[in-house]
Antibody, heavy 115, light 107 residues
Framework: EVQLVESGGGLVKPGGSLTLSCVAS????????MNWVRQAPGKGLEWVSC????????YYADSVKGRFTISRDNAKNSLYLQMNNLSAEDTALYYC????????WGQGSLVTVSS | ETVLTQSPGTLSLSPGERATLSCRAN???????LAWYQQKPGQAPRLLIF???TRIPGIPDRFSGSGSGTDFTLTISRLEPEDFAVYYC????????FGQGTKVEIK
């Protein structure tokens, strides 16, 4: 069974940093590109970033480019999102998803940016 | 960046009625690389359709996708009570983007 489990969310002050993690199981992690997708409270879905299986290709939404860094450790079946210079607009539930066609989603990790 | 615009924002319909949801892109993207998702409150989105028109196994055949180029449509032929939810389109031909969503609510 495919499972994606996010962690690392929490309350952070504006300008602060946070790193999210996603541990994958039930499939060969290195064979799939992975994404981070976020959803602000009461709002729609926003794709944040994706990374190919070998980390050769990485893309970011314009809204996070230069502030967020996606990475993965295939030996640990883990996906990461380093988030710097956070603002209130980054407050959201952050989902880890598998592949371009997102059939699998984690339960999400809540990031709240507030003073 | 490929921008997806969904319309209408809200669709008020009764069970048994037909729902037609639109998703329009500001530019072409490759190979009809468009998916549709359903999201209910408190749940993660669920994939319904990919490749613009291919239904995921287990998705009822009242859900159908169509379109190409920059104009795509999700049709729910006869709404069941469990279909009232928010629907998102997503392109995966040029990085990834989501539309802003269409809420299908009970009239």
């Amino acid at each position: 069974e495919v499972q994606l489990v996010e962690s690392g969310g929490g309350l952070v002050k504006p300008g602060g940093s946070l790193t999210l993690s996603c541990v994958a199981s039930g499939f060969t992690f290195s064979h799939y590109n992975m994404n981070w997708v976020r959803q602000a409270p009461g709002k729609g879905l926003e794709w944040v970033s994706c990374i190919s299986g070998s980390s050769a290709y990485i893309y970011y939404a314009d809204s996070v480019k230069g502030r967020f860094t996606i990475s993965r450790d295939n030996a640990k079946n883990s996906l990461y999102l380093q988030m710097n210079n956070l603002s209130a607009e980054d407050t959201a539930l952050y989902y880890c998803t598998r592949d371009s066609i997102m059939a699998y989603w984690g339960q999400g990790s809540l990031v709240t940016v507030s003073s | 960046e490929t921008v997806l615009t969904q319309s209408p924002g809200t669709l008020s319909l009764s069970p048994g009625e037909r729902a037609t949801l639109s998703c329009r892109a500001n530019q072409n993207f490759s190979s009809n690389s468009l998916a549709w998702y359903q999201q209910k409150p408190g749940q993660a989105p669920r994939l319904l359709i990919f490749g613009a028109s291919t239904r995921i196994p287990g998705i009822p055949d009242r859900f159908s996708g169509s379109g190409s180029g920059t104009d795509f449509t999700l049709t729910i032929s006869r709404l069941e009570p469990e279909d009232f939810a928010v629907y998102y389109c997503q392109q995966y031909g040029s990085a990834r983007t989501f539309g802003q969503g269409t809420k299908v609510e009970i009239k």
